[in-house]
Nanobody
């Protein structure tokens, strides 16, 4: 089971990036998947998560309307489209995937994802 993130980089405020999380060794079909971010000295926070089986999504308030999480079953990849980036979005972004999504339709998908496998992270830096 492996998750590999890509797509991070340096972008100016107002710009866009798309992060990718490719899975190997399993499929996302019955998982909850989440994108989390962390800055030094702070806890890792869930910004966008999805119960893939039930197609339920969650977004942290500060990213609502700007970030979109999506799943491509053909490529077994989860994406995070980030538009209107702000300097406060600067962080290391991690992908996580946890099992049990089918049995937990109404549970917080970030909470399910957090208990599963993690990727190595990708850095996003937003400059002024």
């Amino acid at each position: 089971v492996q998750l590999v993130e890509s797509g991070g980089g340096l972008v100016q405020a107002g710009g866009s990036l798309r992060l990718s999380c490719e899975a190997s060794g399993f499929t996302f079909d019955e998982n909850a998947v989440g994108w989390f971010r962390q800055v030094p000295g702070k806890e890792r926070e869930g910004v966008a998560c999805m119960n893939i089986y039930w197609s339920r999504t969650y977004y942290e308030n500060s990213v609502k309307g700007r970030f979109t999480i999506s799943n491509d079953k053909v490529t077994n990849t989860v994406y995070l489209q980030m538009n209107g980036l702000r300097t406060e979005d600067t962080a290391t972004y991690y992908c996580a995937a946890g099992i049990g999504a089918k049995q937990n339709r109404y549970s917080d998908p970030c909470a399910i994802a957090r208990l599963g496998s993690w990727g190595q992270g990708t850095q996003v830096t937003v400059s002024t």
